[in-house]
């Protein structure tokens, strides 16, 4: 079992930065790949974000390129996702997930069905 707990949603305005955070419990948080999906209001789930077990890898959904950055402190057992110059489109309940499957490639093919954990979701709203 891994529990995750999603904080740092908010309010921003356009151009606007938030950092989420999410903190894992349960299996040994080192050994798996994490990430962040996103789900705005009538859409699906999608993905947005993930890093490898280590750190060394990072994968992004084309629209938030150069503008997010996900990074993991496996001493803190705890995944990050920065964004910065924040756009309205970005709105939507952010999930962070857990992927254990045991690939080369894990995080660079994650998506939905994929994930074994999700976070319950923190809201991320930018204004106009």
């Known amino acids: 079992q891994v529990q995750l707990v999603e904080s740092g949603g908010g309010l921003v305005q356009a151009g606007g930065s938030l950092r989420l955070s999410c903190a894992a419990s349960?299996?040994?948080?080192?050994?798996?790949?994490m990430g962040w999906f996103r789900q705005a209001p009538g859409k699906e789930r999608e993905f947005v974000a993930a890093?490898?077990?280590?750190?060394?890898?990072?994968y992004y959904v084309d629209a938030v390129k150069g503008r997010f950055t996900i990074s993991r402190d496996n001493y803190k057992n705890t995944v990050y996702l920065q964004m910065n110059n924040l756009k309205p489109e970005d709105t939507a309940v952010y999930y962070c997930?857990?992927?254990?499957?045991?690939?080369?490639?894990?995080?660079?093919?994650?998506?939905?069905?994929?994930?074994?954990?999700w976070g319950q979701g923190t809201q991320v709203t930018v204004s106009s």
């Open positions: 997930a857990a992927d254990l499957r045991n690939t080369a490639h894990t995080a660079q093919s994650m998506g939905v069905p994929d994930v074994d954990y």
């Open positions: 349960g299996r040994t948080f080192r050994r798996y790949a």
């Open positions: 890093i490898n077990w280590s750190g060394g890898s990072q």
